[in-house]
């Protein structure tokens, strides 16, 4: 952000209305004497009023001198909407400015707007509280005069600084992050909260805006979303309001939902129109990734490399890539009988080649969670992933936490081949969806590094959206990665992980204050003065600020710079309904025990 913009054009028009005012009650002080006694007869004596005594006095013919009385009485006549004027347009004009957060803080005010506020509210105040008295009665006179108090003492505040600022010199912010909401497009979009500026820190908080909705634009979806927030700080709540608006205004595209804990199953699943896709949960659709292997081979490589790498503390990428080439040869079969019987004779026959075991042993996980899913399909006719991506309702990832590790490859396979089979169709406008996945917890899943580049890089234009959530962001020390670290917008909510929240300070940017000083050097020949320019940073939001956000409030990064804010209200509860019942699919069991090495 450029530096803002300066507010000395407030200075003449503080002045302009000051000296109006002055000229207009100076002038009523000097009526001349015949208008004087006109202006007496025209009078409403009021006796509460300073200036309606007078005039009363002035009738009698007190000692005071009838020409006196009459001067104070007519000035009072005429400051009655005087005094009002100057007492409220002072005070306005101060406050104005702070209220909107135009020109930020006192302290970041110039020198020239310093010195105006400082003169323009104090004159006003001194000027109220000498001519309130003469012009207003009891009634209106204590508010009166609490509005001429309150402009002396901005005046006051405001001089005091200018002395201040001379004496240090003023700090002026040059340069800095643009605190503003994303910026909407006629396609509608999605409410996400309301503007929170009070969330920002103090020394921040001026900068931003104050209020109105926040929204993130429908044409923009595809750029990627990401939510991270620690438990209870309302991610979940955030991330079922975007599935609300998506579903309102794309009905007819596919959803696909990673569902860690049970929630979602529990709050939306609808057996008319929804689907899950859990191998060790009963009632789960078939998948027959065989078939698929078969009948489009162009994902073929790409699964069986994503199988591999669902297990990442099995080797380094040599073993890696050496188990894809041997689940390959095994893929090749037209028959999954006969692939489970290739293998099965590696493990029982070349027991002692130590580098083939070590290889057998990484390829022999990723092809247990492809045998998860093909094992199913014994029953009943599976599906193809192409007809999963026709499907208008919810497909849910369900999963559950005492059996999170026997199903996370699983998931990882279905996850590449739903991501990928969306990006071999055509491209889409921008306002236009195809499908979307939301990936709740999405650190327990490990995408080929390639593999998640190629998603993020043509998710745009194949009208992808991917909407992630957890709790921070990944740790590269643990060989974890996700491109959806790289969302165009990234929703912070309460981290207390401190690399996350070094990474999400970095990200808002820093202010830039430059500040003039002076320093006198004293010598045997006199004196000299210098003036020197500083530069001086301050994080825009510190790291440890992310970990004081209460529940609900977020920092959402967009394109055009950040804004802080509190979510929506989610109206929807978690249903009382049990997850299906758990299958321990023996035949999987079965096929791992052939495969064991020496059996």
Request: aromatic fraction near 8%; charged fraction near 20%; hydrophobic fraction near 45%.
């Amino acid at each position: 952000m450029a530096a803002r913009e300066s507010d000395d054009g407030a200075v003449p028009l503080g002045f302009i209305v000051f000296g109006f005012l002055t000229w207009s009650v100076l002038r009523s002080a000097a009526t001349p004497a015949t208008s004087l006694n006109r202006q007496i007869m025209a009078w409403q004596p009021t006796p509460q009023t300073v200036a309606g005594a007078a005039v009363g006095l002035a009738g009698k013919g007190d000692i005071f001198g009838h020409l006196l009385r009459a001067s104070v009485a007519a000035a009072g006549n005429k400051a009655r909407p005087a005094a009002a004027a100057l007492a409220l347009c002072g005070l306005a004009l101060f406050a104005y400015p702070l209220l909107i957060r135009r020109y930020g803080p006192l302290l970041a005010w110039s020198d020239a707007a310093l010195a105006a506020a400082g003169g323009f509210t104090g004159a006003a105040g001194v000027g109220g509280l000498l001519a309130v008295p003469l012009a207003w009665p009891a009634l209106l006179r204590w508010p009166s005069l609490t509005v001429a108090a309150l402009n002396a003492v901005a005046g006051v505040v405001a001089l005091a600084l200018y002395a201040q600022r001379g004496h240090e010199g003023q700090r002026v912010l040059e340069h800095g992050p643009a605190f503003v909401p994303p910026e909407l497009s006629g396609a509608g979009a999605v409410l996400v909260g309301r503007a929170d500026s009070a969330i920002l820190p103090g020394h921040a908080r001026w900068l931003a805006v104050a209020g109105g909705d926040i929204k993130i634009p429908f044409d923009r979806l595809s750029r990627g979303i990401t939510v991270l927030g620690e438990k209870g700080a309302g991610k979940s709540r955030l991330l079922f309001t975007l599935h609300d608006a998506i579903r309102e205004h794309y009905p007819d595209v596919p959803i696909l939902i990673h569902d860690p804990k049970g929630e979602w199953y529990r709050t939306y699943y609808n057996p008319d129109t929804d689907i899950y896709f859990a191998p060790h949960f009963e009632g789960s659709a078939r998948w027959g990734i065989w078939r698929d292997f078969q009948i489009i081979p162009e994902l073929r490589h790409s699964l069986l490399t994503s199988t591999v790498h669902a297990h990442p503390t099995q080797g380094d990428s040599f073993w890696m890539d050496q188990a894809v080439d041997m689940l390959e040869h095994a893929a090749s079969f037209p028959d999954f009988g006969r692939a489970c019987e290739y293998l099965t004779a590696i493990a029982t026959t070349k027991a002692d080649d130590k580098f083939l075991m070590s290889v057998f042993g990484t390829a022999r996980l990723g092809f247990l969670d492809i045998a998860k899913a093909q094992v199913m399909n014994a029953k009943k006719e599976p599906a193809s992933i192409d007809d999963f991506l026709k499907r208008k309702g919810r497909i849910l990832l369900l999963n559950d936490p005492s059996c999170a590790d026997q199903q996370r490859g699983v998931f990882n396979l279905f996850l590449t081949a739903f991501l990928l089979r969306v990006l071999s169709m055509p491209d889409v406008p921008a306002h236009k969806l195809r499908a979307v996945a939301i990936i709740d917890e999405a650190l327990t899943f490990h995408l080929p590094p390639d593999i998640d580049r190629r998603i993020y890089a043509l998710c745009r234009s194949k009208g992808l959206c991917i909407i992630a959530g957890a709790q921070r962001l990944p740790d590269s020390h643990n060989h974890e990665r996700g491109e959806w670290q790289h969302a165009e917008y990234t929703v912070a909510m309460k981290v207390i992980h401190q690399a996350t929240q070094a990474s999400l300070s970095k990200r808002a940017g820093s202010l830039l204050f430059k500040q003039k000083k002076k320093s006198t050097t004293t010598n045997q020949g006199g004196g000299s003065e210098s003036e020197s320019v500083q530069d001086s940073r301050q994080d825009a939001i510190p790291p440890e600020h992310f970990g004081r956000l209460a529940p609900r409030e977020f920092v959402l990064f967009h394109d055009r710079g950040l804004i802080t804010g509190k979510t929506t209200e989610s109206p929807h509860e978690q249903r009382q309904v049990a997850l299906p019942q758990f299958d321990p699919l023996q035949e999987v069991t079965t096929i791992s025990r052939k495969m064991m090495v020496g059996g």
